[in-house]
């Protein structure tokens, strides 16, 4: 595959701690187009060695609006299919400029041990520094074993460790849209997590053209329904719960951006810190970037304040358990005071109602579409690596237009057919 | 990150983030501080929420009194890299301004 890739695929077999890479065919990504349409591929391919698939979309990592998009495949520990959980931030990029498009993770390391991918080289590497640590102190740990602040880190905390069925893959300190429980089989495998970084060049077939589709796109994006909207609270009110913009207004210091994204759908809100404060914070660990709508919403709704909500959500996010099966089950049980949720993450069990159905993870809101359109859409996202709640958002980045600028940046002649049916294999 | 996508793809006619002459600093994560910071010819230009501050290139260090150590790990390939030039084979201005996704970048 010669344009807008790497053309690299890793092979990790934890079981025998060795590594090998395969060139991207093209006619795989002729057939499968990317992202899911071939981590899925990739998956059935190696299904016997129980494995865990990386990858990037067809667009993921250029200047494709909302292209930061990265996919994890595998059999969800909560529904036992194979499901797809969306990494963002800049973790798909990373992915990408490490030099592979797609990684297969199979086997059991005997060890503890992550995974460390950068410029073309993939290399298992002993955990003994991070495992037993939560998330945070293992980001901070593996960025300062390898000097660089940039790498993006996806890690499993205690929760992953103790194989948790509500254990998390988190992005670097923070949520992740994992709803499938992806960090117990992290955790079953000793992988403690995955650190990605790079400094790849991807070539473009027809670059000029790209660029200019791109920003024909991106001009439309900015006139669209979200223009000047931005942040956890205004997604939270297009879902119809109106009350928490006026809920947490009080602790938000700023919104974020994932790559290349047009809508900053995180939010930072301040906790130990003036949420007013325009200059850094002396403080190392001020508050909590809020990234996941649904567990702001399942912990409102337990009656927490905005502070203790996003507190919680902290410490779900150090411990590496989704904070939406925490809420859910929290509520169940009756638990309403933060320290005795907080203490329950150890020992959380119990069946979920706000599972996902389908294959793609419910971390991105529906807007109100059907749930086959949602689905839809979602295939749509994870094929092409488009941010999937963004993706959402922007009838401007239409499945045609998709298309279109896959195949001037690709050369490929993809088609809607094509489209289709690498959708309808994803649904199998 | 986009605006750097934008400016390697003016240096190297593909993307990469290695050449850019401009950079979003976000190593500091966990406070949520970032800054954008321009090479020029000889001076770094600074944009922080607190405000634009203009560095003579060299002198930056000492100046500040920075402890380098703790810096990005790109900050100082930065300084190697070459200097902005506006996109000035480009008609319509630099595409770093153009493809800022929350247009965050502008040019007096």
Redesign the interface.
Known sequence: MEY?STNKIAIVDLANSKVSDQELDEDLVKEKMGGAGITTALYEQYQNEDPIVLGTGLLT???A??SALGVITAKSPLTGKVCHAPFTL?AG?ELK?SGFDYVVIKGKSQKPVYLWMHDGVADISNAKDVWGKDV?TSTDTIRELM????IQVLTIGKAGEFESDFAQVCI??WASGDRWGFGKLFGQKKLKGVALRG??????SD?EGF?QQ??EL?SAL?AGAFAGKKGIAELSVAIGEEDIQKWIAPLV??H??C????F?TNT?VFLDEDPGL????E?????F?VTDIYSLLGFKKLGLSAADACALLRECARYGIDALAVAELSQKAGKKKPDEIKKSFSSLKGPLENIGKGKFSPWSPNFGLPANEWERRQAVAYIFGIHPIFAMMAPELSEEKLVELANIGTGLGFTSETLNKVIADIAK | MACEMACGYHRDDGFALLSSCIMVTRGREKRDYSAVVLKEAENLVIARPEGLEIRRIGAAAEETGADQSKGDASAKPLLLRQPCDLCNDREEGPLCLQFCPVNAISMD
């Open positions: 807008l990592g250029t200047l609006p909302a800049y990029l400029y945070w000097g660089d602040q940039l670097n300190y400094m790849s060049l991807l070539e473009v670059a660029v791109c920003k991106l900015k210091h700023r974020e951006s790559f290349n994204t047009p900053p930072f325009l200059k850094e914070s403080k190392n660990e001020p508050g970037l």
